[in-house]
């Protein structure tokens, strides 16, 4: 007997969008081993229609967005969906320890893990969580440098800027 595929429940898998002081913000959760843990987040344009949240994680990622939004200083408690490679993981655990106000180069970090900057660089591309895994941080040698995988101006760097000005990093 062949039983049919499971279809995913609401409470599996959500997707909602908020606003956000530079656009909006995507919040994908879903379960994961039985539990319900943040997957993703995305940058969206503000012309990205909002959904609200449906599940009791998704309006607490929102509730703690709009808490650092306020105060830049506000620290995030979520469960997060274990992603990424080792090395990438590497790159994000050291950059959740730059302090807010604080920036570091490519350079820099890749120094301190061991690795090399462009490595460094396709780590906070690849990074699901902005904002708790702060890759704004992180910065260019000669400048602001690169922000998701974008390198001249656009939405990307705008939001990146917006983020190093509440943190008071420029």
């Known amino acids: 007997m062949v039983l049919p595929k499971k279809q995913p429940s609401p409470e599996s898998a959500s997707y909602c969008v908020i606003e956000a002081p530079f656009g909006r913000l ?40 709009h808490a650092y939004f306020k105060d830049p200083l506000f620290q995030f408690d979520l469960p997060i969906k274990p992603l990424g490679t080792p090395h990438q993981q590497k790159v994000w655990k050291h950059i959740r320890e730059i302090p807010v106000g604080k920036a570091k180069t490519y350079g820099e970090i890749a120094s ?59």
């Open 26 to 65: 995507g919040i994908l959760t879903e379960l994961v081993d039985g539990s319900l843990m943040l997957s993703k987040i995305d940058y969206l344009s503000a012309r990205a229609s909002l959904l609200k949240p449906q599940n009791g994680l998704a309006k607490e990622v929102a509730r703690q967005c």
């Open 112 to 170: 301190a893990i061991k690795s090399g900057p462009r490595a460094v660089g396709t780590a906070c591309g690849a990074n699901p969580f902005p904002l708790i895994t702060p890759c704004h941080r992180v910065v260019s040698a000669q400048g602001i440098g690169g922000f998701m995988k974008e390198n001249s101006p656009g939405l990307y760097r705008q939001i990146k800027t917006w983020l190093l000005k509440h943190e008071g990093a420029i």
